[in-house]
């Protein structure tokens, strides 16, 4: 199973530096999931992009309705996120040495990865990267 954090989705969608990787990757691989917030968090890349001049609103438009087909087409597989996922994430943070710099979406994503049994997660971002040993997991940076 490819676990994907929510950037490398969005790079699928908008024009980012490794946004052909990602493409190309995703191009022979039999499927990638990701924890069900990403849903959210991609759709925040888009906002993002439109907000911050990158895309002009016919595209963000496109985008977000493409990434909505896609969506309903089964095109990513999302993982659920449970109270007790939730209280997982809780404990282990109580265990992180200080060190380790990880916000609550980054989180939830390494241990939903997990507590799913990936091996790795597949990602751009250098604190989830430096946090994936703690939950277990090999950090792949396409």
Same mark, same amino acid.
């Given at each position: 199973?490819?676990?994907?954090?929510?950037?490398?989705?969005?790079?699928?969608?908008?024009?980012? *530096? +490794?946004? !052909?990787? #990602?493409? /190309?990757?995703?191009?022979?691989?039999?499927? %990638?999931?990701?924890?069900?917030?990403?849903?959210?968090?991609?759709?925040?890349?888009?906002?993002?992009?439109?907000?911050?001049?990158?895309?002009?609103? *016919? +595209?963000? !438009?496109? #985008?977000? /309705?493409?990434?909505?087909?896609?969506?309903? %087409?089964?095109?990513?597989?999302?993982?659920?996120?449970?109270?007790?996922?939730?209280?997982?994430?809780?404990?282990?943070?109580?265990?992180?040495?200080?060190?380790?710099?990880?916000?609550?979406?980054?989180?939830?994503?390494?241990?939903?990865? %997990?507590?799913?049994?990936?091996?790795?997660?597949?990602?751009?971002?250098?604190?989830?990267?430096?946090?994936?040993?703690?939950?277990?997991?090999?950090?792949?940076?396409?």
């Amino acid at each position: 199973m490819i676990y994907l954090d929510a950037a490398y989705i969005a790079k699928f969608y908008v024009e980012e *530096e +490794d946004s !052909e990787r #990602v493409r /190309a990757f995703l191009d022979g691989a039999p499927s %990638a999931t990701s924890c069900i917030h990403a849903m959210a968090e991609v759709a925040c890349v888009f906002h993002r992009k439109l907000r911050e001049g990158h895309i002009p609103q *016919e +595209d963000f !438009e496109f #985008v977000c /309705a493409q990434f909505e087909a896609d969506c309903e %087409a089964g095109i990513w597989s999302w993982l659920p996120m449970s109270e007790a996922l939730v209280q997982s994430v809780r404990r282990k943070i109580s265990t992180l040495p200080a060190t380790i710099f990880l916000r609550a979406a980054d989180a939830l994503h390494l241990m939903c990865a %997990a507590a799913e049994g990936c091996a790795a997660v597949h990602t751009s971002d250098r604190h989830m990267i430096a946090a994936a040993p703690s939950f277990g997991l090999k950090a792949v940076r396409l």
